[in-house]
């Protein structure tokens, strides 16, 4: 069992940047594959970005391409999510999620273990 905590999130302006956090307890952490995905107000949660455990082979999701990295130090038992130009559409609650998948996944429900998230607001 993984539990994770994420940290980072805040009010920004719009093109700025924010780096998300998400610290992992347990001693297998390099082979959970790892995401973050997002809920706004009224939506259903989405899929953000996923890296894999050893090789850090990334996915994202189409509307944060470019602009989002999802990064992960093992040895500290931490993923980060460095968002820039960010845009007020990536308002929402960013959450942290672990699998051990052997593949990459984008879905919701392949995702065993989940963080209680953080507030991230992008103003106008």
């Known amino acids: 069992q993984v539990q994770l905590v994420e940290s980072g999130g805040g009010l920004v302006q719009a093109g700025g940047s924010l780096r998300l956090s998400c610290a992992a307890s347990?001693?297998?952490?390099?082979?959970?594959?790892m995401g973050w995905f997002r809920q706004a107000p009224g939506k259903e949660r989405e899929f953000v970005a996923t890296?894999?455990?050893?090789?850090?082979?990334?996915y994202y999701a189409d509307s944060v391409k470019g602009r989002f990295t999802i990064s992960r130090d093992n040895a500290k038992n931490t993923i980060y999510l460095q968002m820039n130009s960010l845009k007020p559409e990536d308002t929402a609650v960013y959450y942290c999620?672990?699998?051990?998948?052997?593949?990459?996944?984008?879905?919701?429900?392949?995702?065993?273990?989940w963080g209680q998230g953080t507030q991230v607001t992008v103003s106008s």
């Open positions: 347990g001693r297998t952490f390099s082979t959970y594959i």
């Open positions: 999620a672990a699998t051990q998948r052997y593949s990459l996944s984008y879905l919701v429900r392949d995702y065993k273990y």
């Open positions: 890296i894999s455990g050893s090789y850090a082979t990334t």
